[in-house]
């Protein structure tokens, strides 16, 4: 067990200088050795946990993609009210936004790799899984506050979701680009006017 623990650490102090160069760097730049020098590592270890820079990008996003789950999960978790689950969402994306916006040339990166031709199916379906992981959380949230009499009984749970994680990319691109001051603040309005459409 003990070695199984000790792997998947590598694996992720890997992964975190791998983030680091492509985010700096990009996709196309970045070389492995790059990586490797970065995360202190030969490139022939790299290799042993990833066969090829596209493996390991693939990876970056499947981890990132993760931790954005992750932290979802965790800010929802000590409430039982489902409109606080639902701006307790949009507060992490805000969050994420601004804490994380060096990560979205990496992010535009996958978007783009993602239509290259050899390329296209893996990464679109990691892409279709982690938005599709997302959906589900936040339609699961709308239907028990239906069932609850919450939410209104004529509310389409799915076209919130898309609606909702849709609006995390676009507020994760345009914070990078514009970087708006008290994006934290035009979020929990933004909400707060859905929010209004949607509760009982």
Request: aromatic share 10%; no cysteine; proline share 1%.
């Amino acid at each position: 067990m003990a070695k199984k623990v000790d792997k998947e650490q590598r694996q992720a102090e890997l992964l975190e200088s791998a983030v680091a160069v492509f985010a700096e760097r990009g996709y196309q730049a970045t070389t492995m050795d790059e990586i490797a020098e970065r995360a202190g590592v030969s490139k022939g270890m790299l290799y042993i946990y990833f066969k090829n820079k596209e493996a390991l990008f693939g990876a970056v996003f499947r981890w990132f993609g993760q931790q954005i789950g992750e932290l979802m999960v965790d800010a929802i978790g000590d409430i039982e009210d489902e409109v606080e689950q639902i701006r307790r969402i949009t507060t992490l994306w805000a969050e994420v936004a601004i804490q994380q916006r060096e990560f979205v040339p990496l992010f535009l990166d996958f978007w783009a790799a993602a239509s290259l031709r050899g390329m296209r199916n893996d990464y679109a379906e990691d892409l279709a899984t982690m938005y599709d992981e997302y959906r589900t959380l936040i339609i699961g949230i709308i239907e028990r506050g239906q069932a609850k009499g919450t939410f209104r009984a004529e509310t389409d749970a799915r076209a919130i979701a898309y609606l909702l994680v849709g609006g995390m990319d676009g507020i994760f691109i345009q914070s990078w680009l514009a970087q708006p001051e008290h994006l934290d603040q035009l979020m929990q309005n933004a909400i707060e006017m859905l929010l209004q459409g949607i509760t009982t």
